[in-house]
Nanobody, 115 residues
Framework: QVQLVESGGGLVQAGGSLRLSCATS????????MGWYRQAPGKQRELVAA???????RYADSVKGRFTISRDNVKNTAYLQMNSLKPEDTAVYYC?????????WGQGTQVTVSS
């Protein structure tokens, strides 16, 4: 099993920045891809960014150029640096660990961007 604990959410004004962290424990060496997803009220959960073990990344078009995903393999932590935040970025953000045959989710952290 893999345990995920997110932190770093909060309230920020439009144009501001936040950094989310996702600390992992358990079968971390089996994690192929770490991802950040978000779910706004009344909307489906969507992929925000993902990073593979080798370091390749992908982003949703809506966050390209503003968000950066990274992972520290020594600290077993994934990060999502969010800059130039917009009100439409308001959502619960979830960390995901994809082992290829299993998926694990964190509890979610609220990000609220005021206009």
């Amino acid at each position: 099993q893999v345990q995920l604990v997110e932190s770093g959410g909060g309230l920020v004004q439009a144009g501001g920045s936040l950094r989310l962290s996702c600390a992992t424990s358990g079968r971390i060496f089996s994690i192929a891809t770490m991802g950040w997803y978000r779910q706004a009220p009344g909307k489906q959960r969507e992929l925000v960014a993902a990073i593979r073990r080798a370091g390749s990344t992908r982003y949703a078009d809506s966050v390209k150029g503003r968000f950066t995903i990274s992972r520290d393999n020594v600290k077993n932590t994934a990060y999502l640096q969010m800059n130039s935040l917009k009100p439409e970025d308001t959502a619960v953000y979830y960390c995901n660990a994809d082992l290829g045959y299993e998926n694990y989710w964190g509890q979610g952290t609220q990000v609220t961007v005021s206009s």
